[in-house]
RNA sequence: GCCCCUGUAGCUCAGCGGAUAGAGCGGCUGCCUUCUAAGCAGCGGGUCGCAGGUUCGAGUCCUGCCGGGGGCGCCA
């Protein structure tokens, strides 16, 4: 909450008790105004509390304004009424350089942390796609929301645990193993089987003597670790789904699940009863024969990780598995676990568009584009970036060709090189012998002009930013937020000098200090969206 | 049929219930004798899918319809 915001609203709420308004609305509005001529900030309380003052929402702001007059709240120069009744407050420009003063002192460590979580241990678990093949440039996705999200967790302080739950057992695996020996022996792929080109070449690549259902996921592995990692995610847990059946895991979940009361056995299977819990059918357990189900060990799995002392675990799945959502809540609940503390993350899948040409994803049907390709070509920056400028809500349209060839446009680089400007100041100022005083001894007073006052402004929002994206799960809102700084940046470099001629000493000092926030604003932007910030370009 | 997401400029997308809806790309036009022109500025471009409703106020919330994507397996 910017120390401004509280300002006014406590000023209001002392004015509006001041007239006698009863009841005093629960949430005064105050907010940043989008029509800077008419105010810096402005609230909208006089509309909204008009009736219960038995006056008209233009009067009440009339007399909210004239109370406030009386003693202005501080940094407020001007209070006026507009519009239908709108409150508009204009404050010196020192409420800006009081922003700097604050990002320069916090600096990139400090700026815009929050402790929303207070220390919560919570665990993220994202990608987690079958080892049955490489990455698909969708995977990266989930790969940089997740990375992202877990980064702003951190910031807004959560202890994040980063998790790869690998489905290594099961009907998909067998498979994975068939198709590979199959092609080894120059045998046709068997039914439902994978035929990409990487099965070809694993096959020729396995040793005679390997066993393919050992050596093949663990291929699959080596290459999806190695992808994700050239996109510099990584994560602290690799779980394997198989391990749980060795461990007693998953006869665990079960004789938890029996507890319960919901476990019944029907046409030779188990089956779990969460038509009792809301849903429209029961869910198998155990197959006809005692196998596993994927919903039971995904259940044995959370209740794993419960065990494992998490008392929040956020799940990001790819809205091709949101069939998959209410059964396993379903039976996290049937564990005596509050459903809420399982929060699932659904992202709308991504669209690959290559020569103007949809590209249908299919491991099986072997059409595909690898995300390593991708990270190879254009580099993680672009990957990350382009991925997240977007919000997880949407279908996202990736289109190869756009995002490789025209790469000289990607908003990274004009993000990109805002930083490295700001580098290059630094290194003239330094070959230039520019005296830099300590910020104390700076006067930002003489920082008015419209863009300055611009970036300040900027700068002044992370912090909301920032809380934002953390509670509403939205990386895309710091990603949308740094490419605003940045263009308000170039449009104060081009503008602005900071040194040489017809720039006074006093001048130059206070930009130079003004840059440097400009600096820790866009170092902790980017490092939220885990895209490096070079000093040259 | 039911459930989730979505429909905003030619294209890709932003837009906490607030005032005159924004950015990038593409098109046209200007700006390099000072810190990086991977930049800045200007012009053109919109019935915010449609219809109701709630509200002082709706692109934003609710309902219905239409269009797009996904889901509803003893697959994962």
Not at 97 to 105: F, G, Q, R
Not at 184 to 205: L, N, S, V
Request: charged share 25%.
């Amino acid at each position: 909450m910017p120390m401004i915001q509280d300002i006014l609203t406590s000023s209001l709420r002392g004015a509006l008790v001041g007239l006698g308004v009863e009841p005093v609305p629960e949430r005064i509005p105050v907010e940043r105004s989008n029509r800077p001529e008419l105010g810096d900030w402005s609230s909208s309380v006089a509309l909204a509390a008009a009736k219960a003052s038995g006056r008209k929402p233009r009067d009440l702001a009339d007399e909210l304004a004239a109370k406030l007059r009386v003693d202005p709240p501080a940094y407020v120069s001007e209070i006026t009424v507009a519009g239908p009744g709108f409150l508009n407050f204009k404050l010196h420009d020192r409420w800006l350089h009081d922003v700097l003063t604050e990002v320069v002192e916090k600096g990139v460590e400090g700026y815009a942390r929050h402790d929303i979580g207070h220390g919560e241990r919570v665990n993220v678990e994202f990608v987690s796609a079958n080892p049955t093949g490489p990455l698909h440039v969708g995977a990266g996705r989930w790969a940089v929301y997740g990375d992202a999200l877990c980064r702003i967790l951190e910031r807004c302080g959560h202890a994040i645990h980063r998790e790869y739950y690998l489905n290594d057992r099961g009907v998909q695996m067998g498979l994975l193993a068939a198709s590979v020996a199959a092609a080894r022996a120059g045998q046709p792929t068997p039914e439902d089987g994978y035929q990409g080109q990487y099965i070809a070449d694993w096959a020729a690549e396995m040793a005679d003597d390997a066993d393919p259902a050992v050596w093949a996921p663990q291929r699959a592995l080596a290459d999806i670790e190695a992808a994700l990692g050239s996109l510099g995610v990584e994560f602290e847990t690799w779980f394997s789904e198989k391990s749980m059946i060795a461990s007693g895991a998953i006869d665990a979940a079960l004789a938890d699940l029996r507890a319960s009361g919901l476990v019944y056995e029907k046409d030779g299977a188990t089956w779990l009863r969460t038509t009792d819990l809301g849903l429209p059918k029961d869910e198998v357990l155990l197959k006809t024969g005692g196998e596993p189900t994927y919903l039971l060990g995904d259940i044995a799995y959370h209740r794993d990780k419960f065990t494992r002392g998490f008392t929040r675990l956020i799940d990001i799945w790819g809205a091709d598995h949101h069939g998959h959502v209410d059964r396993l809540k379903a039976g996290v609940q049937a564990l005596g676990h509050d459903p809420a503390e399982l929060e699932i993350v659904l992202g709308q899948l991504v669209t690959i568009v290559k020569d103007g040409q949809v590209v249908r994803m299919g491991r099986r049907s072997g059409t595909f584009v690898e995300l390593a390709e991708v990270v190879d070509e254009v580099g993680p920056d672009v990957a990350r970036l382009t991925f997240l400028l977007q919000s997880i809500d949407t279908r996202q349209t990736f289109d190869l060709d756009a995002v490789v060839s025209k790469s000289m446009d990607n908003p990274v680089f004009y993000v990109q090189y805002a930083h490295a400007r700001i580098a290059s100041i630094s290194r003239v100022a330094a070959e230039k012998n520019v005296p830099r005083y300590p910020l104390e001894m700076v006067d930002l007073s003489g920082l008015d002009h419209p863009r300055e006052l611009d970036l300040l402004r900027s700068l002044g929002e992370l912090p909301e930013v920032v809380a934002d994206a953390c509670r509403t799960r939205a990386p895309h809102k710091v990603a949308t937020w740094v490419r605003e700084l940045a263009g308000r940046f170039h449009g104060f470099y081009h503008d602005c000098y900071v040194m040489g001629e017809g720039v006074s000493h006093e001048q130059t000092q206070a930009r130079l200090w003004l840059v440097e926030s400009t600096r820790i604003g866009l170092a902790i932007g980017l490092d939220l969206l885990g895209v490096s910030a070079p000093d040259s370009m």
